[in-house]
């Protein structure tokens, strides 16, 4: 079945950096569009950062952009998130998020914690 697994979460110290990792298995990973959304609490889920399926093109949302970084290893169906510069604000769970533009099939993990704090 369909699995997006989140990991590399954790409290961080204000300045500090982490990188997450999401591990997919059971579909054809680089035919989706993969993302990273976080969702702080009694707050809406926003995109943080996106990734096209072939030609890797990043796309950041402008909170993350300059310390936030994607990348995806399609051979090992995992995207990465390289998050530097971390400010409290960042705190959330962040979730994993695979998108077909072929047939509109949307996947989600259950997310890994991140905070941020002194």
């Known amino acids: 079945q369909v699995q997006l697994v989140e990991s590399g979460g954790g409290l961080v110290q204000p300045g500090g950096s982490l990188r997450l990792s999401c591990a997919a298995s059971?579909?054809?990973?680089?035919?989706?569009?993969m993302s990273w959304y976080r969702q702080a609490s009694g707050k809406e889920r926003e995109l943080v950062a996106g990734i096209t399926s072939t030609s890797h093109m990043p796309n950041y949302a402008d909170s993350t952009k300059g310390r936030f970084t994607i990348w995806r290893d399609n051979a090992k169906n995992t995207v990465f998130l390289q998050m530097n510069s971390l400010k409290p604000e960042d705190t959330a769970v962040y979730y994993c998020n695979a998108k077909s533009a072929r047939n509109g099939l949307d996947y989600w993990g259950k997310g890994t914690l991140v905070t941020v704090s002194s």
């Open positions: 059971g579909f054809t990973f680089s035919n989706f569009y």
